[in-house]
């Protein structure tokens, strides 16, 4: 069965710079939603988005922005990257947007700024 | 040094044996909650829900067990194999407002053979 597609798989910054997540959902799913994932922590949400249109905000900085395209998939812009912001983003579909929807999550993307 | 969060608490036993993994939530007005597994390099799974109508759930080898008077949730797994070596966490999604779960902080199961 397909699952959550996420590029890069890794990816390695300097300070200051920029970095683009993309993701690309289960088919059929209209909603998609961020993780960041800090060494044994457990994900923190960021951001979601339901037929393209920004859904639930969480712990996002001003610094990152995100968006749903018309094909469903979602990119995370992360600027001005700082050493703090390294850790696994997850990306995860779900059929629809509702408080029993299973969310599938992708194998995430290591980001790693030095 | 040390950083605090990197020190998950983990729990060892042996292929064969049964595994009680613990969580504790904090909203009262979650009524949602969801265990998840989470392989190393691997992104979270799904493994069982249930509704805070319910006091348990069974799955295929794991049954979720809640508490609504003390906040407490347990996943049970069954006759654990090597291959149940994951950390899992527990999310509760409160009632109302928003559809985002919370995640608890995880447990590492590490099965000996």
């Known amino acids: 069965a397909a699952g959550v597609i996420q590029s890069p798989r890794h990816l390695i910054k300097e300070k200051r710079e920029t970095a683009t997540l993309k993701c690309y959902p289960i088919p059929r799913h209209d909603t998609v939603y961020w993780y960041q994932q800090g060494p044994g922590q457990d994900p923190q949400f960021l951001i979601s988005f339901y037929e393209k249109m920004q859904s639930d905000k969480g712990s996002i900085p001003d610094r990152f922005s995100a968006q749903q395209f018309s094909d469903y998939h979602s990119e995370l812009n992360m600027s001005s990257l700082e050493l703090g912001d390294s850790a696994l983003y997850f990306c995860a579909s779900s059929q629809s947007r509702g408080r029993q929807e299973t969310q599938y999550f992708g194998p995430g993307t290591r980001l790693l700024v030095l | 040094g040390e950083s605090v969060g990197l020190h998950l608490p983990t729990l060892s036993v042996q292929e064969g044996d049964n595994s009680i993994i613990n969580c504790a939530y904090s909203n009262s007005a979650s009524d949602y909650f969801i265990w998840y597994k989470q392989e190393s390099g691997k992104g979270p799974q799904f493994i069982i829900d249930?509704?805070?109508?319910?006091d348990k759930r069974q799955g295929q080898r794991v049954t979720v067990l809640l508490n609504k008077t003390v906040k407490h949730l347990s996943l049970q797994i069954a006759a654990t194999q090597p291959g149940d070596s994951a950390v899992y966490f527990c999310?509760?999604?409160?009632?109302?407002?928003?559809?985002?779960?919370?995640f608890g902080r995880g447990t590492s199961l590490i099965v000996h053979p």
């Open positions: 249930i509704r805070s109508n319910m």
């Open positions: 999310a509760e999604t409160p009632s109302g407002g928003s559809y985002i779960p919370t």
